[in-house]
């Protein structure tokens, strides 16, 4: 049987999801959440931080796309330890920055219990999610292999849809107060539920079905159609955001949210506008290299914290007023994004020590004596 030959854009939309994931956090380090919602520089602002909030969607989509085939076996799951080997690797460097340059106490006791309730690397909340989804993935591609046909799992992918997005479009809002429209974020009465919410934290499943689906299916667009409806959905998101918080602090609701319904319709937009280019002519070379980089984004992905706690507490000292803050995301972005990688190169050559020690460690016991 022929090997199938790796995807160079699945490897690129990993790479890209990294990027808005560093992208993301730029929001989240520079005081924009505390920014009240009026100018045009916040209207910009607020229209990139939606569009980067794909970044997780487009990590579990591309776990979808590249795993809906794999089936219950003891090599599938022996794949987690290199996720725990990056992760212990990761947390350890974490608290060794905080421990020498942010004053932070450590005991062997607080490092284990660190590493066990995923604190120990402060954005490893993904890892503890994603553990949960690898485990589940062999069934998850019984459940959806098994249907007979694309209308089936079309119908799959789009019930989830409506269980876990759609309730952030339709359960915010106010229909008993007329004046509650023309300012949502300075009303503090609750919002109205029209359908049920209990499923939405369900969301990572929503994702990896619409990456199965892409898998067997594609979504069969034209690239300037595509574009434009990436531009007009990330639009048309930036500006309700804005309207939901205008002349207020932001106002995080489930349509800011990852599983918010306009990040499940740009996820496999942006999803589908990589994935459909034609990566022929590609040199070989460069296939390699985001081969590579992709291979080092979870690890990335958990130490880019640590440079953000170093870069931006330098931002918000030599930029006072948060909205002159903007330009510096071109800067400070690619910066954690570049270092990060290098970082994770670094605690990846550490890993294949580790594993290369073990290998032998185990070729000595089982040798004959």
Known sequence: MEKQKRSIGADIIRCFALFLVVSVHFFFHNGYYNQVMVGERMLVMTIMREFFMICVPLFITLSGYLLCKKELSIRYYSRIWGILITYVLASLLCMTYSAVFLEGKFTFKSVILSILDFSGAPYAWYVEMYLGLFLLIP??????????????????????????????????????????????????????????????????????????????????????????????????????????????????????????????????????????????????????????????????????????????????QKVPEMIYRMEYYFIIVPAVYILSLLTSFLLSLVQQLLQTAYAKTVCLIKKPR
């Not at 979504?219 to 998101?237: D, E, F, P």
Request: charged letters at 10%.
């Open 139 to 316: 069934f998850l591609n019984i459940l959806y292999n098994n249907l007979p046909s694309q209308k089936w799992k079309l119908a799959l992918v789009c019930t989830f849809i409506v269980l876990t997005s759609l309730p952030s479009m339709l359960n915010v809002y106010n229909f008993d107060s007329a004046s509650w429209w023309s300012a949502p974020a300075l009303s503090s009465k609750p919002t109205s539920q029209l359908i049920p919410a209990w499923w939405v934290s369900f969301y990572p499943i929503t994702y990896y079905f619409i990456g199965c689906y892409l898998r067997d299916y594609g979504l069969k667009i034209k690239r300037h159609v595509n574009l434009l409806l990436i531009v007009g959905c990330t639009l048309l998101s930036g500006f309700y955001s804005f309207w939901r918080s205008y002349k207020y602090g932001y106002v995080s609701g489930p349509w800011t949210q990852e599983y918010s319904l306009f990040n499940a319709i740009l996820t496999p937009l942006v999803f589908a506008f990589f994935i459909n280019i034609n990566y022929d002519k590609v040199p070989e070379k460069a296939g390699r290299f985001f081969q590579k980089i992709s291979s080092l984004c979870l690890g990335g992905y958990l130490v880019s914290w640590i440079y953000d706690a170093w870069f931006y507490p330098l931002l918000l």
